[in-house]
Antibody, heavy 121, light 107 residues
């Protein structure tokens, strides 16, 4: 059974850096084709894709946020970390991590429950 | 970026109705399209992948079709549990963009 869970601060101040951790089980991020992505959803709004990291450390970012995002993995801990710098109130959203099983041709089949991050002073 | 446009944004329907949601891509994405259902306070749930493949465990009243730039999600006979928001997503290229969502409401 594949599970993912996001963790991190629920409240950050404007200009601060957000660090979110996705801890997963049921798959290995060292297996060929496997990827973990981050998606966010502001309250009442649509889903927005942020970043993705593959088993071979290939990383992809949303062009509009690329300068602010860093995605890394720790295979031994079964974790993926997303760092977002210079947080702004418009970044208030529920942040999800999700699993991709077989590279480019796979959808995001398994999702975490999401974690709500509020940006406010 | 590939833009994904869903229509309608809101759809009112009754139990038993057949409904169709459309998703258009700003350029060809072959058949690399997924449909998700999302209920309030919950993570999205994968329904359809590769435009027309039904995810395991998803009821057969859900179906998907299309290729290139135009895609549809059809629910053949609405059930009470189907009232939710539906999103399409392309995974042909990065960023893997989503549509703006279609909220399916009870008439």
């Amino acid at each position: 059974q594949i599970t993912l869970k996001e963790s991190g601060p629920t409240l950050v101040k404007p200009t601060q850096t957000l660090t979110l951790t996705c801890t997963f089980s049921g798959f290995s991020l060292s297996s060929s084709g496997v990827g973990v992505g981050w998606i966010r959803q502001p309250p009442g709004k649509a889903l927005e894709w942020l970043a993705l990291i593959y088993w071979d450390d290939d990383k992809r970012y949303s062009p509009s946020l690329k300068s602010r995002l860093t995605i890394t993995k720790d295979t031994s801990k079964n974790q993926v970390v997303l760092i977002m710098t210079n947080m702004d109130p418009v970044d208030t959203a529920t942040y999800y991590c999700a699993h991709k099983s077989s590279g480019f041709s796979a959808p995001y089949k398994n999702w975490g429950q999401g974690t709500l991050v509020t940006v406010s002073s | 970026d590939i833009q994904m446009t869903q229509s309608p944004s809101t759809l009112s329907a009754s139990v038993g109705d057949r409904v169709t949601i459309t998703c258009r891509a700003s350029q060809s994405i072959s058949n690399w399209l997924a449909w998700y259902q999302q209920k309030p306070g919950k993570a999205p749930n994968l329904l359809i992948y590769k435009a027309s493949s039904l995810e395991s465990g998803v009821p057969s009243r859900f179906s998907g079709s299309g290729s290139g730039t135009e895609f549809t999600l059809t629910i053949s006979s609405l059930q009470p549990d189907d009232f939710a928001t539906y999103y399409c997503q392309q995974y042909n290229s990065y960023p893997n963009t989503f549509g703006q969502g279609t909220k399916l409401e009870i008439k």
